[in-house]
């Protein structure tokens, strides 16, 4: 960049990001620089459990496999040291920070990193400073790390565009918001954006075995497993509040001169009550078993008590989800055809938004189907005909509702009754053995569709006579 432009740049920047007149800047010894320049130590003294356990390469990294399979442009971009300006965004605790940090340690660039929230003139000038001083002086390229990126206006993002344009800066942004909506045009144009996902309840407890095991709760306490069990189930997929609430509990536990990490310890520091459930014993079916019985019962409070301690429970929303639809037809039916619908668009829910989100959609449902009319008219009418077709077997098709001619079969004849007055012709349509056989019942819920059927069987008598 030219002298002239550079120093329009710094004026630019001078502006955009004016804070407080009265607020000196910092004036860095070389030590703090180099330590903001490395990605850190898993072992430096007083700093978060969170912070020290964090992994430093690839390997240790656990999580986001949709973007790092083998052949991805992510993890190539990782292995070959190549790293490109991309927005990281995903929840709380998926690794944002540390794929950043990874990138930088991989591409043996220095590493810059600030948080929207409180970076202003000063930071961001020095930054800028700092990443020119190194390309002029040995080529060495500069990643910037900027979290909560959608902190920035407009005009603050725009200043960003020329370093990152022009190969100054690598930008990772990172952010919980949609940066479709959050980041503007012209930045996102020049970066790629990677959608991270919560972590599972597995993927979590290998976090917080992996700091267990490495001793970095402490020298001389080890954790429970339902303990580190109960810390990634109720974490909603955030490693950080995980590994936060077991570096609370140990130290607790430390001071209180305990030797393990219990349930009970990392409750009173996570803040949350354990809730007894076995996802593959007797308490997972109990459970689905009295949120059926209460939905079925139309009681809404009992309903929404039992998706709660199974969601508590870390049990799977789309064994749940399953339920739903499967109640929406067996106990509502036609009584409210809706129900189903509102069941499916929960299931859609759980799979495109997951948890913790889609338990909004499911509350929705499991109230609708509390409140919804019962009637399970339609299993009883199938149960009938199944009964029927067991203990007399299948009549013959009627020859004028066959598909297709056959050797030695007569066809033909059908009376579509679309040619009768409202559609209905009195066309017989079961077999000759099956004729007056009836097997669906309306009950008070399908009063409507009972009126209907009645209907239909007056005009189909009144059109044989």
Do not use: C
């Not at 060495?140 to 990126?149: A, C, P």
């Not at 206006?153 to 190969?167: C, I, R, S, T």
């Not at 619908?341 to 509390?370: K, M, N, W």
């Amino acid at each position: 960049m030219a002298a002239p432009a550079r120093k329009r740049y710094s004026d630019a920047v001078d502006t955009l990001f004016d804070e407080d007149p009265s607020r000196e800047p910092a004036k860095d010894s070389p030590a703090d620089m180099d330590r903001r320049q490395s990605p850190g130590d898993h072992k430096a003294h007083g700093r978060p459990l969170a912070v020290r356990a964090r992994p430093r390469g690839l390997h240790e990294f656990v999580g986001q496999s949709h973007l790092l399979s083998s052949g991805s442009a992510l993890r190539t971009a990782i292995e070959h040291g190549h790293p490109h300006s991309m927005v990281l965004y995903g929840p709380p605790g998926s690794g944002k920070t540390t794929l950043a940090r990874i990138v930088a340690e991989r591409s043996q660039a220095a590493f810059e990193e600030l948080s929207a929230v409180a970076a202003g003139r000063a930071e961001v000038r020095a930054v800028i400073e700092r990443a020119t001083h190194r390309r002029d002086t040995s080529s060495t390229q500069t990643v910037l790390f900027l979290d909560e990126i959608h902190r920035f206006n407009k005009a603050q993002q725009d200043a960003l565009l020329p370093a990152v344009e022009e190969g100054l800066l690598t930008l990772i942004g990172a952010t919980t918001e949609n940066p479709a909506f959050e980041v503007n045009g012209a930045l996102l144009s020049r970066v790629r954006v990677y959608a991270l996902q919560a972590l599972t309840a597995e993927e979590v407890g290998t976090v917080l075995r992996q700091a267990a095991t490495a001793g970095l709760t402490s020298e001389t306490i080890s954790a429970d497993e339902d303990a580190l069990d109960f810390l990634a189930a109720r974490s909603e997929g955030d490693a950080r509040t995980a590994l936060n609430a077991l570096e609370l509990a140990a130290a607790t536990a430390s001071e209180l001169q305990e030797e393990r990490i219990t349930l009970a310890r990392v409750e009173d520091a996570l803040q949350r009550r354990a809730v007894l459930y076995d996802k593959g014993g007797d308490r997972h079916y109990d459970y689905i078993s009295a949120w059926i019985k209460a939905t079925r019962g139309s009681d809404p409070d009992a309903s929404l008590y039992y998706l709660a301690v199974m969601l508590e429970g870390g049990e799977d929303p789309r064994f749940i989800v399953r339920r739903m639809i499967i109640l929406a037809s067996e106990d509502i039916g036609n009584a409210d055809p809706s129900a189903l619908s509102v069941a499916t668009a929960a299931a859609q829910a759980v799979e495109h938004v997951g948890l913790p989100e889609a338990r909004y959609a499911l509350a929705q449902a499991a109230i609708y189907l509390s409140l919804a009319p019962k009637s399970n008219a339609a299993g009883l009418a199938l149960s009938a005909a199944e009964r029927h077709v067991r203990e007399h077997g299948a009549a013959p098709v009627p020859s004028w509702l066959r598909s297709g001619p056959r050797p030695g079969q007569d066809r033909g004849g059908y009376d579509n009754p679309h040619g009768h007055p409202n559609h209905i012709g009195p066309q017989q349509l079961l077999g000759e053995s099956v004729v007056g056989a009836r097997f669906y019942a309306p009950d008070d819920a399908e009063a409507e569709l009972a009126a209907r059927l009645e209907q239909i069987r007056r005009a189909r008598r009144a059109d044989t006579r």
